[in-house]
């Protein structure tokens, strides 16, 4: 398995307040991607890093942001949480190589309820 | 616009019977495509993986099948055990420039009965 581990693995939190979720891996891949996983609606892209300092948005990125300041560690923050971001947070993480290896690798996951 | 597509949210077969789980995407620039498994409380698990220059790929009990003209790809598990059961995702890329970037289904739930 890829050594990729998320923290804190559950958290409940209030609307209002920041969260910042953490991701980190030890497997020197250069690609790592944050999803939420919600009921209905699979598994949707926030936020990815193609480097360190190198983010871009995806699919869902609204009231989120994120910080890569080291290759090992990608984190995650809600400025100011909401209830519609209760959620699933997933982190994965590719090594983005030439040829078929567009494989990501996912972390254990983050539950967090904003109440 | 939902570009990959899982229309069957769940699935129930028999141990020891063929489950066939089904993908559809609408983006002519996906060329890989893969399975994820997913048990509650765990992340997704890459299962096996297909480039768009194949048509089948196998890995012991799990076979896809990729019909690039139908823009379909299946997941077959031969014979099924009620150790698969979980949600099974299907996810598309397409190389070039994409930044690895995977769209994923919605998901089908497998249910193997004993």
């Known amino acids: 398995d890829a050594g990729i581990t998320q923290s804190p693995r559950h958290k409940v939190t209030e609307t209002g307040t920041p969260v910042t979720l953490r991701c980190h891996q030890t497997?020197?891949?250069?690609?790592m991607y944050w999803y939420r996983q919600d009921p209905g609606h699979g598994l949707r892209l926030i936020h990815y890093s193609y480097g360190v300092k190198d983010t871009d948005k995806g699919e869902v990125s609204d009231g989120y942001s994120v910080s890569r300041s080291k290759t090992e560690d990608f984190l995650l923050t809600l400025e100011s949480a909401t209830s519609s971001q209760t959620s699933v947070y997933f982190c994965?993480?590719?090594?983005?190589?030439?040829?078929?290896?567009?494989?990501?690798?996912f972390g254990p996951g983050t539950r967090l309820t904003v109440l | 616009d939902q570009q990959v597509k899982q229309n069957s949210p769940s699935l129930s077969v028999q141990e020891g019977r063929i489950s066939i789980l089904n993908c559809d995407y609408t983006n002519s620039m996906f060329d890989y495509f893969l399975w994820y498994k997913k048990y509650p409380a765990e992340g997704p698990t890459f299962l096996i993986s297909?480039?768009?220059?194949?048509d089948k790929n196998e890995d012991g009990r799990f076979t896809v099948f990729l019909n690039k003209s139908a823009k379909h790809l299946s997941l077959h598990i031969v014979p099924s055990q009620p150790g698969d059961s979980a949600v099974y995702f299907c996810a598309a890329s397409a190389s070039g420039g994409s930044n690895y970037k995977l769209t994923f289904g919605k998901g089908t739930l497998l249910t193997v009965n004993p």
């Open positions: 497997e020197n891949h250069r690609y």
């Open positions: 994965a993480i590719s090594p983005g190589l030439a040829g078929d290896t567009d494989t990501q690798y």
């Open positions: 297909i480039s768009s220059i194949k």
